[in-house]
């Protein structure tokens, strides 16, 4: 075994550090505040290389490993949860359907749209299909060479801000899962609009919204492998993606507990660095140990990925432990600040308003332990 990051990762991870310490901090209080999707940030994210992160490089991607990947994400959501999404949400987790199950024609249509730093987004979730993906409405008819998509996507990240789309229909409920269906979707084909901006507790800064379709004509090109397929690409994605919700969760933590340990060096009480008291010190090793223990488990799941070997069931230990981590180590991170880490100068309070969505997102929590315990059950 061998825990050290190689030059290059080492690299990725300073770079993108240094952009979040250059390019997100200074400003996204700002733009948290105004609720306001952040496009100079994203523009300059794709002029370093960040925005495409998840593109093969066979198709003008920086080619950067699922590791490098998970390294990227940390570090983006050590400046902005917000900003993190929106990067995870295009170059990741909508992409990931394209590579599990894409031709090489629809990988380059894909990737080209991204590769203009245009976004993508994952259009999943209805309003009335959330945890229970095989109980989907949205339907796709066919029609000779097209498929007619009519149907609503809920809660959808970069839904209004995003120039394509990976969908999910069904040809007919009554198959559930075996009637699943992907698609590409362009964002400009007739009968696509969306909804208003969902008011949000955390990651402000990402777009989410409803996406509808009506009448929408795709072409049968468009389809991601065959006809009740989609179930599987999509549980497939979203194992491929969880490992980043995990780094997500890991970057806000790590931001919140960076804001504590300087606080409790400069704030004095009775007479002394807060830091001082064992209490609060105390606190700040349970953190640290957590967000360590998070980061391993999420490397551990990018490992097996990367070796082909079976990793669901660890994708699912590392975004369930990351997240629930998260939404503790930032917790105490208000804590440790006092009356300054409630107010929304001092950062913490973001970082424990952003952490609460890792805990629903890509399958709640509670999905998370359903995987597990299957895991345990089944092997
Ligand atoms: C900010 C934000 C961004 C999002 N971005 C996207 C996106 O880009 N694309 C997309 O497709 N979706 C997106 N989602 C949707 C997200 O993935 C869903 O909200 C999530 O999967 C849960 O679905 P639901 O909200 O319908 O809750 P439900 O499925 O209705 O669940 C409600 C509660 O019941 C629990 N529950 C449900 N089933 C079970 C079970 N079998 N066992 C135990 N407990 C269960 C859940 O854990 C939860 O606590 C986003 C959501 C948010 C809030």
Known sequence: MDFRLSDEHIALKNMARKFAEQEIIPVIREYDEKEEFPWDIIKKMHEVGL???GVPEEYGGPGIDMLGQIIV???LCYGSAGVGATMAASSLLSAEPVIVAGND??????????????LGAFCLTEPGAGSDVAGLSMTAKRDGDYYILNGTKQFITN???????????TTDKNLKYKGIIGFIVDRNTPGISVGPEEK????????????I??????PVEN??????????ICMKSLDLSRPSVAAEAIGIAQRAFDIAVKYCKERVAFGQPIGNFQALRFMLADM???????????????????????????????????????????TNAVQILGGYGYLREYGVEMCMRDAKVMQIYEGTNQIQRVVIANHIFRG
Request: contains cysteine; proline residues 1%.
């Open 51 to 53: 925005l495409t992160c």
């Open 73 to 75: 994400t940390e570090e």
């Open 105 to 118: 024609a629809q990988k380059k249509h894909y990737f080209d749209v991204l590769n203009e730093g245009k």
């Open 159 to 169: 839904g209004g801000v995003a120039d394509i789309y990976t969908v999910f229909a």
């Open 200 to 211: 949000k507790m955390g990651i402000r800064t990402s777009d989410t919204r409803q996406v």
């Open 213 to 218: 379709f009506e009448d929408v004509r795709v």
């Open 223 to 232: 389809r991601l492998g065959e006809e009740g397929e989609g179930f599987s």
């Open 288 to 330: 640290a140990m957590e967000i360590e223990a998070a980061r391993l488990l999420t490397y551990k799941a990018c490992w097996l990925a990367m070796n082909n070997e079976p990793f669901n069931y660890m994708a699912s230990y590392a975004k369930c432990y990351a997240a629930d981590m998260a939404m503790r180590v930032t």
